[in-house]
């Protein structure tokens, strides 16, 4: 019943504030969205120049939607200066592709267009040689690292609000009057974890959803298991913001940890390759939360991962929070012993 | 006894705050406790609730080692500075504390409504607290230490920033409770009217206890007319 008054409190509280709760919600929305229409303009038209292409193939192009432009005596310079999406040309039956790959989401979706085009008539198989102006095929695009991204947006959002409403607690003195009162530490911790935890849950689904159903993320795996893996996620980083609130005076310092903690955890989920970096910096990405979620949730996004494919990286999520919840524990101690 | 301090020392960073102190205060008194800024009023009534551990000596309540879980709910306290929820109204910080000692529905309710009725904030307990004048919160905090009903009261400078007229019904309100109920109560104050309506009065000087007697006798000692006077000999300034 105490975690229950405590629980009541924080609701009591949070309807009261619009503002943290368009924090909350609409937020992540909005900087999920708008990341969409940056690296993804999917309904671009995309312009092909095809240089010593058989007629027949350049009609089969130009109905699969491509702006089409013969122009012989083509070079990779030219391409670049007029920054078209690519280039074709055909010696014998090997075609060889030229993508400029400014936009990685362009260069894929003229790939794929273009691999549709040419598969279904022909007779005789055409190879497809691709190599690439800007980047590699290895480079990444907002599919590749939108799973890590919804994963990230729920610890953020997450460590923001509770980091700084545990922090407003403190220094109004709220929370040393609590513990003036007979309500045990654990209870405290519990009915935060709780009530900020149903918030967090609700955020979760709503960007989870949206993500999928709004913004057409690609997803292979189960959406629940999205579900469950943000879960966890927001678990550790509504534990971690309560926790390190405590090392904070003031609204201003809980600010400061956040290019401490947050923004190293993006350099380890997935934007940049893992396997070149220097052996330490890997031994260093295994301390963050982040690395296993946005793991987790690629393997289940991408690869279609099942339940027992992330259970490792689920129990390492669920440590952590675990380890959090304890050290929150004793860091009130320093209020009260009991 | 209710309250008996044996020896009891803190020190914060190297400076001695509470020199070794002993205190027993009886039950059913009103105990007022005197001395200037800084003196280590705060402090002492922090380590008898528990909330900050002497570097020595003992602490008892009700002839517990403090702390103790039970002695949390049968003492009711109020901080010097207000600590309230300011984004809820008066009445859910009322219930949101009151639900904390566990109280039934029934009996949360009309404890609420009795405490706010003492603190004439009944009128206002629908009207969020960071709308609530310097006074008001302080009268909100004071309900608070009353709403589980606790046997012993300790209240740092409950009536700053109180109006007289109120003052004097939160005084007769204190008086009713340590005559009807028997209960203890320790209050810090720097009003002299306050103090001399305390049964006994403990004055504190850089953390020592200069002295320990009723009002009357403190008078009499320092052959003062009134108490302002005895405050400022026992200061030691015209002495
Ligand atoms: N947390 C702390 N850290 C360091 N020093 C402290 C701390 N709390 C109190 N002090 C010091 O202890 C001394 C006594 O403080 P305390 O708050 O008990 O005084 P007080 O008698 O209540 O004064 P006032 O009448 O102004 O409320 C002061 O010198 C104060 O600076
Ligand atoms: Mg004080």
Known sequence: MRVGAVITRIFQQMRRDKRTLALLFVAPLMVLSLMYFIFGSDDKELT??????????????????FHIVVQSNFSQALLKEKAYDGWLTMIDQTAKLTLLNDTPANAKALMMKLSQALQPTQATTITLKTNYIYGDAETTSFDIFSPMLIGFFVFFFVFLITGIALLKERTSGTLERLLATPIKRAEIVAGYMLGYGLFALIQTIVIVLFSIYVLDIVHVGSIWLVLLINVAVACVSLSLGALLSSFAASEFQMMQFIPLVIVPQVFFSGIFPLDTMAQWLQYLGRIMPLYYAADALNGVM??????????MNLSILACFALVFIILNIISLRKYRSL | MVISLRAIEKSFQHKQVIAPLSLEIPQGQLIGLLGPSGCGKTTLIKMIMGMMKPDNGQ???FNKTVPHQQLLTDIGYMAQSDALYTDLTGEENLQFFAKLYRLPKKERTERVAYTAQLVRLSDDLNRKVETYSGGMKRRLSLAIALIQNPTLLLLDEPTVGIDPLLKVDIWQELLRLKNEEQKTILVTTHAMDEAEKCDQLAMLRDGQMI????????????????FDEVFIKAGGRTQ
Do not use: C
């Open chain 1, 48 to 65: 092909l120049v095809v240089s010593d292409v058989p007629t027949p193939i350049i009609q089969q192009l130009e109905q699969s939607d």
């Open chain 1, 302 to 311: 991408y690869k279609g991962n099942s339940f027992g494919d992330i259970a």
């Open chain 2, 59 to 61: 602490i008892y309540v």
């Open chain 2, 211 to 226: 002295a320990y007697d009723t009002p009357q006798a403190l008078k009499a000692r320092y052959q003062a007319k009134d």
